[in-house]
Antibody, heavy 121, light 106 residues
Framework: QVKLVESGGGVVQPGRSLRLSCVGS????????MHWVRQAPGKGLEWLTL????????EYAESVKGRVTLSRDNSKDTLYLEMNSLRPEDTAVYFC??????????????WGQGTLVTVSS | DIQMTQSPSSLSASVGDRVTITCQAS??????LNWYQHKPGTGPKLLIF???NLGTGVPSRFSGSGSGTDFSFTISNLQPEDFATYYC?????????FGGGTRVEI
């Protein structure tokens, strides 16, 4: 069955960096667009990034643009999100999600369970 | 950015009840509107896509309707496993945006 597993979360000091990973299994990873979405404590869902199936098209929310690097390694069925200059307001559970379309401009049909990032000194 | 106004923010209901949630977009999004269910400690689950289409394996007690700027989501015959938070999401324009969520409580 389709499975997405995030990892890489943890406690990090403000201004530092962190790389999140999302491994997909149970489907042909290289044929789907992928997203990152986060949920801050007590808040709703916030879309962050999308990447097309081949990694050629990437889009970012303004809240993270310029501070994150989005990539995927289709040979490893893995999606990455490198986050730099972390701020306390980046504290959240980070989810990866599969898009039903190759472009990443469709609906999110499967989600991972999330990884918690805490930015604190 | 397209703003998604979801209401109510929370509601109390009983097993067997019919529950309706509304979502209003700040501009016309045709039918590019999805609904998700989210339970603590898990990832959200797709329930409805493109306004009114049931996701794979989703029970028929869930339904969605609407187009343009006004959408609704209904759970008929509420079941114990349906107590969760529900979100609408538009994907017509970037950035993709979510409604604020509706917590359905016992």
């Amino acid at each position: 069955q389709v499975k997405l597993v995030e990892s890489g979360g943890g406690v990090v000091q403000p201004g530092r960096s962190l790389r999140l990973s999302c491994v997909g299994s149970g489907f042909t990873f290289y044929t789907y667009g992928m997203h990152w979405v986060r949920q801050a404590p007590g808040k709703g869902l916030e879309w962050l990034t999308l990447i097309s199936y081949d990694g050629k098209n990437k889009e970012y929310a303004e809240s993270v643009k310029g501070r994150v690097t989005l990539s995927r390694d289709n040979s490893k069925d893995t999606l990455y999100l490198e986050m730099n200059s972390l701020r306390p307001e980046d504290t959240a559970v980070y989810f990866c999600a599969r898009d039903h379309h190759t472009s990443g401009r469709g609906y999110f049909d499967y989600w991972g369970q999330g990884t918690l990032v805490t930015v604190s000194s | 950015d397209i703003q998604m106004t979801q209401s109510p923010s929370s509601l109390s209901a009983s097993v067997g009840d019919r529950v309706t949630i509304t979502c209003q977009a700040s501009q016309d999004i045709t039918n590019y509107l999805n609904w998700y269910q989210h339970k603590p400690g898990t990832g959200p689950k797709l329930l409805i896509f493109a306004g009114s289409n049931l996701g794979t394996g989703v029970p028929s007690r869930f339904s969605g309707s609407g187009s343009g700027t006004d959408f609704s989501f209904t759970i008929s015959n509420l079941q114990p496993e349906d107590f969760a938070t529900y979100y609408c999401q538009q994907y017509d324009n970037l950035p993709i945006t979510f409604g604020g969520g509706t917590r359905v409580e016992i």
